[in-house]
């Protein structure tokens, strides 16, 4: 078992990984044949010409590597389909890994043992963009998986990611292949961020670092692309937030063509410097070289590292959703999460008929705009009554996820239609939402999706026996739920949301008058007993039945209320939501009379609260709100 040592090592010194492959194979005059008539698949060298692929391990064992990396870069099935060899996947890999193992295991001694890393490129299909399934490349991957650890890898290199999505089918399929062959290997993922400061696709490395840290990474860092000189902002990003060890492999420096061929202009002490500030400022414990990089960079690199201590760090991960652009934090700056309701096929008549009509570009579109009303995060909610929702989750969201810069709230009753838009999504979002009412079945079936996603999850006070309707049961049941998520499946506080639910407080039945101070008072406490979590609740539900004055100004003094008593997040139309100085004080003092169910001198707080709205013009109002900025709006903290 050479694997746990890998981990331990890497707790002890910094390890020097080998240089590029690709770039060295191209220097070594092969033919058309050693490739086995496969032009530019480096890959087929481990069938037909393993000499070759042992000469390039030797060439960076001999100078002191402490890894090499397997030649599988392009041996994921999606890649040797371009050549026909897609059945022959796992086999291929296993040769490959056992190529490498031979060689590392004839430079072992007990001093310096050699360790293998099963190398798992990007292939040639973006994922994010439509152009292959969750399902085709998760495929591609656990079969390359499986043969690289029955070669007998120390640990899989999900690496040069540059689509989230890929690398998030990639790394679930790696820790798949890990379980199917009874084996936990050290997982490792290098991100690829461009001369532009993004990933392909458009995403920052914030995007990537909370997309991937849930998934069960042992070290997450960069590779390829650029020089050394254009990672230091992201490895200083990584450093100060991501809790997972650093792993960085630049390339010899940007390539520029000369006839044809791509030129690396690096010198091996540059990248020696680069190395020592990267260990020493920013604490990363696995460098090595990508494109360009060569025997003598590595060299330079083993002997040049030696002795520099790396930077003792303290990160703070950031407690965040993402999109495939950006991170977004749960907690805002004056302000409370704001999850726009508008593209919920339940809470708009607009959005039901564009999904009537099947019009998925404007549903995209209002999506999108959520963003210009003012929202953090956008609910998504197909769920209609006679449709199919996980195919109708699957077309939207794989429309929405590129045109917009929010995370995904994915709003479903039903898991397949949140584990269809779930495939569609390489970011971090929220599933809407688990609750008990099953007793618990489908609670976990959901949430052992959300655990190999990596999603943040809602929860709603519902169990066998209903929804709660007290303080005391909607504490217990969430109580209830935070066990299960947490000791069950793995979860985290902080990536959990509880809903304490409210019923309309303007249907005047006798028994639900006193919902809206359960709620608060539930909020209020939840955030108390159980350390770490979030709070939530959808807001225009409390008002159902009310004319749209009174709603909006109903809502947005119950959403005062409830950030005060600890809210974190609120499904709002943002646009909305009034400032208190908004409010005219009778109306202010009446909502919260009829949240509170408070009765004064006998009066009943729903007539008296409905009393003041017998006029109100809410087409003035709306003129008026658009005067002000979204930010006036919704600073209710101030
Ligand atoms: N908790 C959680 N998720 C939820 C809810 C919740 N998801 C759905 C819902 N409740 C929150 N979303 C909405 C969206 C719209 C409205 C209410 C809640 C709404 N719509 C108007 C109406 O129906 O009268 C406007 C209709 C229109 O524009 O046509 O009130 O509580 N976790």
Redesign the pocket.
């Known amino acids: 078992m050479t694997s746990p040592s890998l981990l331990d090592a890497l707790q002890e010194r910094v390890l020097v990984l080998d240089g590029a492959t690709g770039t060295a194979l191209q220097r070594m005059d092969l033919s058309l044949d050693d490739f086995g008539g496969l032009e530019g698949c480096n890959e087929a060298l481990n069938f037909w010409r393993p000499d070759a692929v042992e000469t390039l391990h030797r060439s960076y064992l001999d100078v002191g590597a402490d890894a090499i990396l397997t030649n599988t870069f392009g041996a994921s099935g999606l890649v040797l389909a371009e050549y026909d060899l897609q059945e022959r996947t796992r086999e291929l890999n296993r040769v490959s890994a056992g190529i490498a193992r031979r060689m590392a295991d004839s430079y072992a001694t007990p001093d310096k043992l050699r360790y293998v890393i099963g190398s798992m490129g990007p292939g040639t299909k973006l994922p994010s963009l439509g152009q292959a399934t969750f399902d085709e490349v998760h495929e591609a991957y656990f079969q390359q998986a499986l043969g690289l650890i029955e070669g007998g890898v120390d640990a899989l290199l999900v690496e040069t990611v540059y689509d989230l999505l890929q690398g998030k089918a990639a790394i679930i399929a790696a820790k798949d292949a890990m379980a199917e062959m009874d084996r936990r290997l050290p997982l490792f993922c290098t991100v690829t961020i461009e001369t532009t400061g993004q990933m392909l696709v458009g995403s920052e490395i914030s995007a990537a670092l909370t997309a991937f840290e849930p998934l069960g990474l042992d070290a997450l860092g960069l590779n390829c692309a650029t020089g050394p000189e254009m990672m230091h902002e992201h490895l200083r990003y990584l450093a100060a937030h991501s809790p997972l060890p650093i792993m960085v492999q630049p390339n010899a420096g940007l390539p520029r063509v000369e006839n044809d061929q791509a030129v690396y202009d690096l010198s091996a002490q540059e990248l020696v410097d680069a190395h020592r500030t990267f260990i020493g400022e920013y604490g990363a414990r696995i460098v090595g070289g990508c494109c360009g990089t060569t025997p003598e960079h590595i060299a330079a690199v083993v002997e040049g590292i030696a002795g520099v201590v790396p930077a003792t760090r303290e990160p703070q991960l950031e407690e965040a959703v993402s999109s495939l652009f950006v991170s977004v934090p749960f907690e805002q700056d004056a302000s409370f999460l704001i999850v726009g ?1 508008r593209a ?1 096929a ?5 959005f039901k008929r564009l999904l009537a009509e099947e019009n998925w570009e404007e549903m995209a579109n209002v999506i999108r705009d959520q963003a210009k009303e003012g929202a953090h995060v956008v ?1 998504v ?1 197909v769920d209609y009554v006679g449709r199919d929702g996980a195919p109708d989750m699957a077309r939207l969201v794989g429309l929405a996820r590129g045109r917009t810069t929010l995370p995904i709230m994915l ?1 479903s009753t039903e898991a397949p239609v949140l584990e269809a838009g779930l495939k569609l999504l390489g970011s971090k979002p929220i599933l ?2 688990v609750h008990l009412e099953d007793g618990g079945a489908r609670l976990d079936q959901v949430l052992t999706t959300a655990k190999r996603f990596g999603a943040a999850v ?1 929860a ?1 006070v519902i169990d066998e026996e209903g929804q709660a309707r007290t303080a005391d049961r909607k504490v217990a049941i969430a109580k209830r739920i935070h066990q299960l998520a947490t000791e069950k499946h793995g979860l985290r506080s902080g990536d959990l949301l509880f ?1 304490a ?1 409210t019923l309309p407080l303007g249907s005047g039945q006798e028994e639900l008058r006193n919902d809206g101070r359960e709620t608060l008072e539930a909020v209020r406490r939840i955030k108390q007993e159980i350390p770490g979590v979030r709070t ?3 807001v ?2 409390i ?2 039945g009310l004319n749209p004055a009174s ?1 909006q100004v109903l809502n947005s003094v119950f959403v005062e209320e409830a950030v005060a008593a600890g809210l974190d997040a609120a ?1 709002v ?1 943002a646009l909305q939501i009034l400032p208190t100085h908004r409010i005219p004080p009778e109306q202010h003092e009446a909502s919260k009379r009829l949240i509170y169910n408070e009765w004064v001198d006998g009066k009943d707080p729903l007539q008296a609260f409905m009393a003041l709205f017998t006029d109100v013009d809410l087409q003035r109002e709306e003129i008026d709100l658009a005067e002000q900025t979204v930010e006036e709006r919704l600073h209710l903290r101030i």
């Open positions: 309701e919920n339940n809470g708009s008549r607009r609910d909610c709003d809407n939402s809602v709603l809903d639910l939530i609740l959808g225009s539900n008002s159902f709603r499904i139309n």
